[in-house]
């Protein structure tokens, strides 16, 4: 369609780049559109590009306003036909624009508006004229007459941004005096050296110093051929025109805004569910648009997609709204981007023993096709050679059959082709996704889907890329097939399969958390936390369909069976369900040994166990490396704080350049709640075996008063410090006797009480002083680590703190004088399941999911 896209620019991006807007006809179909497409340009967040020092300049496009082109061309029709009721419609038209000048102009605006619209009024009255007398009227003749429409509505526009006070560097630009293009076969070829040089002019004439332009008003839809005369691009000629100005103007963006929020995953009013795109690579976008869902016409993105220029799908009736980004890399997660269909198609099918081995039958058929000029729109043919089928619109099968029928006559006398089929009523789906590439399954679930919805498929396409399925079906089966299909993939991509290892302590809270808030989490977002199974240290339940999680303590004692971890993740882990997440609410070494291979296999975890990530080295190294091939997700916020951001805010730090030079903490929401509430008063034994009844302890107490927690802890924030930390590098002072290091957590607490004495003392000490005492974990970039018992002034940030809180404190470059802290509830089964939750919904928007 366009001669080869010049790479050159003479406007360097990172300095007052151009955006590109274009706004549809809808977009400004009367006083009202007018003023809402005024805000969307004054916007903030439209007036800088890059980094908010940096203010876009803005190009802006217009179509005519609705239904203006088509009374234009109408009036061409009425004229031919010699029927004067063209003078009276082209009165209306002015009645109309004169309307919305009045309510957006002052008096002398609109009437200067109103003096041009009249010459241009008196103009287009002499072609009518003559076409009444000729009877027939040449392209050139609908060409002119069609390119008014923009000319009335950006002349308009460019008024009203006046009146509105955007009057410095504000220039019309008429698009006939610098766009050229040559029609061809493939429609309009943009000749792009002479388009760039008349630009350059016609902004040099307008302004000396063409970087003082900041905002264009431009008409779209018309433009000239070498000749210099007035020629359109075409339908959807206003969006071609809002990217060959992106190309010229080297445009950071291009915002196409219509009446819809972006585009859609599916037909609305065929499916309900249909949601918006959030991105599209270029050749998504194209497929698409072929496959006939609304999308910006193929051909129209050639500039953008040659200057590699995003382009943004958006509602100008609800600019909020984020739209589609259509670009080269989109970030979508979803394989399958959308799902259309094309109606009123024909299958032609040739077949016969004769084509067996025989080169140029492929050719013949689609030369005679070519010849007629009759579209194909797909093409199948099985690696047998036996038969060759194509789909072609069906108002061209009759006249297709007797085409081939004579093409063939030979063949078909002789009985090498046994007939030429041709089947009308029928409809082709497309499945598009770059997603889609390399990845098992598609295939399968898309002929699963339509097999289970009892549709028949008469063809199969699928090109090399992998980017687009097409399937011809039945035309009365086209909606049941876009419904079976668009729930196949949309619906399952927000579906978790989880297994829950460990229903304890804190593994039985989360289950009621996600059993009040399941519903609605299914009915708001979408989202389908379809628990399939609980796995305890003895016994597992398995469900294909889903646990019922308002009643999961009845149904696993109902149901349970032997524990076998093997086959609890070959149970969660199934084709059909692409997303499968293990949650891990245990203690256990063991399980947190197989995270490497869970990753490896590409399940997701999410866990508050703190003992992979504070393993050897070697293996929280090869995690990561695991995770990084895979690209499964690996959610551990609440190892450390439990539903505090602890790990979060670090990384953030990390991310945005902060050089983090100590981390220091109470980290044991266990210690916390000891040493707050120990006063002497009461025996340190008595205080421990309650902080076990409560649930704030580890299962054995000895893990939080060895200072092994805190360790664990302080070695996972060092190594997302970035520092080589092993367990054994942390200086640990522990709370646990060595006589009491070994035999079972209740020969620990009943022997713990003969060291009550010497607890009190030291309190009554550090009392004494006007101190208090914490246990405080300690790391510095330095890679120094140490855990232990301290006396704190009582005014220190750590001495003030209630019950069960960590706090945590972080020395940084940023917050060197005043570190930053971060303090809440760190220990309880309510604020850990919390914490799982919410690890676990951040998982499923990375999947997908909008929260």
Not at 59 to 82: H, P, Y
Not at 524 to 549: C, H, N, P, T, Y
Not at 680 to 705: C, H, M, N, W
Not at 758 to 771: D, S
Request: some cysteine; overall charge negative.
């Amino acid at each position: 369609m366009s001669a080869e896209i010049p790479m050159h620019t003479d406007q360097p991006r990172h300095e007052a780049a151009w955006v590109v807007h274009k706004f549809g006809g809808s977009s400004v179909a009367d006083a009202q559109c007018f003023e809402r497409v005024a805000s969307i340009i004054e916007s903030p967040s439209l007036a800088s590009v890059g980094t908010p020092s940096v203010r876009a300049r803005l190009a802006i496009v217009l179509s005519a306003c609705k239904g203006v082109t088509d009374e234009l061309l109408e009036l061409v029709t009425l004229a031919e036909r010699q029927d004067s009721s063209w003078r009276a419609r082209l009165g209306v038209l002015r009645t109309r624009h004169a309307g919305i000048a009045a309510q957006l102009l002052d008096a002398q605006a609109s009437a200067q508006y109103l003096a041009e619209f009249d010459r241009d009024s008196e103009d287009l009255t002499g072609v009518l004229q003559t076409t009444s007398v000729m009877r027939s009227a040449a392209q050139t003749v609908r060409d002119l007459a069609a390119g008014f429409g923009e000319i009335w509505s950006s002349r308009l526009f460019h008024r009203y941004l006046r009146q509105r006070g955007v009057r410095e560097g504000l220039q019309w630009i008429d698009a006939r005096r610098c766009v050229c293009v040559e029609w061809g076969p493939l429609g309009p070829a943009v000749q792009w050296q002479q388009s760039r040089d008349q630009l350059q002019e016609l902004l040099a004439a307008a302004s000396p110093t063409i970087a003082r332009l900041s905002t264009l008003v431009i008409t779209g839809f018309i433009a000239s051929d070498p000749r210099g005369v007035q020629t359109t691009l075409g339908r959807n000629g206003s969006d071609f025109s809002a990217s060959i100005f992106g190309a010229l103007l080297d445009a950071a963006e291009i915002h196409i805004w219509t009446d819809v929020d972006g585009v859609l995953s599916a037909d609305p009013r065929r499916v309900p569910d249909a949601q918006v795109i959030d991105s599209l690579s270029y050749n998504e976008a194209m497929e698409l648009a072929y496959f006939g869902a609304k999308v910006i016409h193929p051909q129209t993105m050639a500039p953008a997609v040659g200057r590699d220029i995003p382009i943004w799908i958006r509602n100008s009736f609800a600019p909020h709204r984020h739209g589609t980004l259509i670009c080269a890399e989109p970030r979508s997660l979803l394989p399958v981007k959308g799902i259309t269909s094309i109606e009123n198609v024909a299958l032609v099918n040739l077949e016969g023993a004769g084509m067996i081995g025989v080169p140029g039958t492929a050719h013949r058929l689609f030369g005679a096709l070519r010849e007629e000029a009759i579209s194909v729109i797909l093409i199948s043919q099985g690696s047998s050679e036996h038969s060759i089928c194509c789909a072609i619109p069906q108002a061209q099968a009759a006249r297709a059959k007797s085409v081939l029928a004579a093409a063939f006559a030979r063949e078909l006398a002789e009985g090498q082709i046994q007939n030429v089929d041709v089947t009308p009523d029928l409809a082709i789906l497309a499945v598009v996704g770059d997603g889609m590439a390399g990845m098992p399954g598609v295939s399968g679930k898309l002929f699963s889907a339509l097999g289970n919805a009892q549709i028949n498929v008469r063809a199969i396409a699928q090109g090399a890329s992998e980017r687009n399925i097409s399937v011809v079906v039945d035309g009365k089966h086209a909606t049941r097939a876009l419904r079976a299909t668009h729930a196949s993939f949309y619906l399952s991509p927000h579906t978790l399969s989880i297994g829950i290892i460990g229903a304890g302590t804190v593994g039985r809270v989360l289950l009621d958390q996600l059993a009040g808030q399941r519903e609605r989490l299914a009915r708001e977002f979408k989202i389908d936390l379809r628990v399939r199974g609980i796995l305890r240290s003895s016994q597992m339940r398995l469900s294909d369909q889903g646990i019922a999680l308002e009643r999961w303590r009845e149904d696993f004692e109902a149901h349970a069976e032997s524990a076998d971890l093997a086959r609890f993740i070959d149970h969660v882990r199934v084709d059909y369900l692409p997303h499968t997440v293990l949650i891990d609410c245990t203690a256990d070494a063991e399980v947190a040994r197989r995270y490497r291979d869970w990753l490896a296999a590409g399940i997701h975890i999410v866990t508050p166990n703190k003992k992979a990530n504070s393993n050897e080295l070697s293996y929280y190294e090869s995690l990561k490396a695991a995770r990084r091939e895979s690209g499964a997700h690996y959610l551990y916020e609440t190892t450390v704080g439990a539903g505090l951001p602890v790990i979060q805010t670090l990384r953030d730090l990390r991310q945005t350049g902060d050089e983090i030079t100590r981390i220091e903490g109470i980290l044991s929401g266990t210690l916390a709640y000891l040493f707050n509430v120990y006063d002497g008063s009461t025996p340190f034994s008595a205080i421990v075996r309650e902080a076990k009844q409560r649930g704030y302890t580890e299962p054995d107490p000895r893990d939080d008063l060895s200072g092994t927690d805190v360790a664990r802890k302080l070695i996972i924030l060092g190594r997302e410090m970035g520092l080589m930390l092993e367990l054994s590098d942390v200086e640990v002072a522990s709370l646990v006797p060595a006589d009491l290091s070994g035999g079972t957590s209740e020969e620990f607490l009943a022997g713990l009480s003969r060291y009550d004495e010497p607890m009190k003392q030291r309190y009554e000490q550090a009392r004494a002083r006007g101190r208090v005492l914490r246990y405080v974990g300690s790391v510095g970039a330095d890679g120094r680590a140490s855990v232990g018992l301290v006396e704190l002034d009582a005014k220190h940030a750590f001495a003030n703190i209630a019950l069960t809180d960590n706090v945590v404190r972080y020395a940084t470059a940023r917050y060197c004088d005043n570190p930053l802290i971060v303090q809440g509830p760190g220990a309880g089964p309510a604020v850990t399941a919390g914490g799982v939750f919410a690890d676990l919904l951040r998982l499923a928007t990375y999947l997908g999911a909008r929260l």
